[in-house]
Each structure stands twice: as C-alpha cells, then as structure tokens.
C-alpha cells in the first residue's frame, strides 16, 4: 500500500544570454509559412501551416518523392525508358516538351518534373508507374498516409489546379525532409541550374538558389489560385534549414521573400544546448529508501531552438510520480522533463535515477512509522501497518 502518492514538479527557468531580445515578431506577406529546423524536425515559425491549400507545382515533390522510393528500392532505374502519350503531350502549363510516340528515361524526366517543372514529365511519369494519372493520384493518397501527410489530398500528378489537390506548408516541409534524408543520392537534382530537352534550354526557377548561399532545393509553384509559392532547403554553419511559404503576388515577392524568410531561419535561431546527457536535472524525493532522494538525470542531450526575442522566455518543468518508493535501481526511469518555449510545442525527455537507492531496514521502516503516527494521531491501524511493511 502506498500513501500520500502526488505527482510532483520543479520548474526550471532558463535566461539564455549572448544575443539582445528586442527582436521583431516575424511577419510575412504570405498567406501561408514555415520555417522548420530539419534536423529535429522542429517548427519554428508557422503561419496557417496547418490549412490545405492549393499546392501548385510544389505538389510536383510527391510526385519525384514517389519515383525516388522506387529508384531506392531497386523496382525502378534511372535508365528505364518510359512511354510518351498523346495526353502527355498535349498537357498545359510548364512543359519538358516531350513529343508523343517517344521514350525517354526515368532520369531525364525526373530532371523534366525537378529543373523545369514539366507538367508532360508528370504525366509520363503517372501514366508509366500507375497505368493513368488517376490510379497514380491514388498512389500519392497512399503514400500521403504512410509518410504522415495528414493535411494532403491528391487529385493529378502535376499541381493542376483541382479541388481535391491540397497541401498544407506543414506536410509540404515534412516530405522535403524526407527527401534529403532518405533520398541523398537523388536530392542533388534540386541544385541543377539548367536542363536541356528537345534542344530547349531551361533553367531552374527556384530563385533561392542565386539569392542565398547555401541553397540547393527545392520547388516554386505557382496558379491563379494559389499565387506564388516556394519550397527551399538550405545548409549555413553545418545546420539546415526548411522554408515553405505559398500565397505571395509575384515573381519578385516570391524571390524576395523567400530568401528574407531563409536569412531569418538561420539569423534569427539559435540552438541552445540546456542540459548534456548524465547532467542531473533536480531530485526526486525518496520513499522508505536509505536515502531521501535521488538525483534525476537525462540520458540524452536536451537542446531548444530558440528565436532570439524569446530566449528569456524558456522554462523546463520536471514532473514525476512520487514520492518514489524504494528500492530504485540505477538509470531506473521515474518522471519526465517537460522543455516549452513560449508559442512554440512542448517537447518531453525522459528522466533517470541517477543513483541507486535501497529500501530501508525494519528499524527505519518502524521508526518511519513512528513519524507518521506522531505527526498525524489519527492515522489508522492499517496506515501504519502499511508504512512499516
């Protein structure tokens, strides 16, 4: 029987010095934003990151994204020639200017679908992978679930606009960090300045890759509906960054903001290491041990991105069960440390009994009794029978 069973919590408050804190809010014409940290994944900044919304052309990722897997897997070779259709042909927007009849290989398309947007490239690509564009949209719905694309419906292979086609900043950021991490070999293709087919030059439109050093991906997209819209990753001091941004009025504010976005990604965060692994945090209070606490420590690094307005504003909070009854043993987990930076997701890390603690002998489970009962007289037989045991 245990009594007097609470959970307990310490809050720690972190004034993380070394840059001022009299920085901006961040704001940006575009209807929808992201900025993502890729190593952990972490959402800086978001605005409507969560709504779907029309995609254009940046839905063109899931569609490489999809050829990718395949190439990696070993069902599918960049050497593959793939069918030119007359549908494929005749489609509108931005075009690889394949010609029917043909067959071209599964890496000159790809690079038809990354460097020129080729909406013809898509369709290829659907109609030989899948039998139609229809059954490869089903594909992409699939893959949409499997890769944790909870906001993203499909409806066509190329970003056309359709009702049903809808991405939201936020699984648009998620699939470009699968992208980089799972598809190395392939990324490349997003930093190509310039492809050639049918003897008709044309260059990468992704305009970050001139406006910011350090940029190698990934795709613009642009309908009359969606206004204009960017997907780019870039690497600065050994750290990379994701910047999502869609519902911008032109070429320039597309270019303009998107780098402006990217210099705030890095200038504007900082990592902040809180505590390194076996660093004690607090202590847990002990029951019926040989000692009244042990020491609580973290096993991995525990770290925070932080915008610089906001680094006297972090605050980590250890919350466990207790108090914990002996014996505990070493590197036994007892509660959790609970890291918030004010707007942003809590993130939680496992704590550990840094030391071990045995349970007391009888004489000091008596003597404990003895305690209980002179501080609270009315406790019962059964209380202090329990305390004793």
């Given amino acids: 029987m245990r009594i007097g069973n609470f959970l307990f919590s310490l809050l720690i408050l972190f004034g993380l010095g070394g840059l001022p804190a009299a920085a901006q809010p961040i704001e940006t014409p ?16 978001e605005k409507n990151a969560r709504t ?65 947007s080729g909406n013809d490239a898509c369709i290829v690509i659907a109609e030989n992978i899948s039998g139609s564009e229809d059954a490869f ?21 190329t970003g056309w606009p359709d009702e049903n086609q809808k991405m ?48 190698d991906g990934l795709k613009t997209g642009h309908t009359e509906e969606s206004g204009y ?3 780019g990753s870039a690497v600065k001091d050994g750290e990379r960054r994701i910047v999502v941004v869609n519902g911008l009025d032109s070429t320039r504010e597309r270019s303009s903001e998107s780098a402006r976005l990217m210099r705030i990604a890095f200038n504007d965060f900082t990592r902040q290491t809180l505590f390194e692994p076996s660093d004690a945090v607090g202590d847990a209070m002990v ?61 939680e890390y496992p704590l550990f009994a840094g030391a071990a603690v045995r349970e007391m002998g009888v004489f000091g489970k008596i003597g404990l ?17 329990a305390l004793a045991q």
Avoid at 312 to 325: L, M, N
Avoid at 373 to 384: G, N
């Fill in 52 to 116: 779907p919304t029309a995609p254009a052309s940046m839905s063109k990722l899931m569609t490489a994204a999809i050829v990718f897997e395949r190439l990696k897997e070993g069902s599918l070779q960049l050497s593959d020639m793939f069918d030119v259709s007359e549908k494929a042909w005749r489609m509108g927007g931005s075009k690889m200017w394949v010609r029917v009849d043909t067959e071209i290989s599964v890496e000159n398309l790809l690079r038809g679908i990354i460097v020129q």
């Fill in 30 to 45: 575009g209807e929808y934003a992201l900025i993502m940290d890729y190593r952990t994944g972490e959402v800086l900044y």
């Fill in 287 to 347: 029951f019926k041990g040989k000692e009244k606490t042990t020491p609580l420590i973290v096993a991995e690094p525990v770290s925070v991105i932080v915008h610089r307005s906001l680094m006297d504003k972090t605050r980590a909070t250890v919350v466990y069960e207790g108090p914990v009854a002996a014996p505990i043993s070493e590197n036994q987990q007892v509660g959790y440390l609970r890291v918030e930076i004010e707007g942003g997701d809590a993130k």
């Fill in 229 to 231: 819209g960017l997907v």
């Fill in 137 to 157: 949209a089903e594909l992409m719905n699939k893959k949409a679930r499997d890769w944790g694309l909870a906001d993203s419906t499909f409806a066509n292979a």
């Fill in 168 to 215: 939201s900043m936020r699984d648009l950021a998620i699939l470009t960090r699968k992208i980089i991490r799972d598809f190395p070999e392939y990324y490349g293709l997003f930093a190509e300045r310039e492809f050639t087919w049918e003897k008709i030059p044309q260059g990468n439109r992704n305009p970050l890759l001139d406006a910011f050093d350090g940029a």
């Fill in 369 to 385: 009794a003895a305690k209980a009962l002179l501080a609270k007289p009315e406790a019962t037989p059964e209380e202090s029978a």
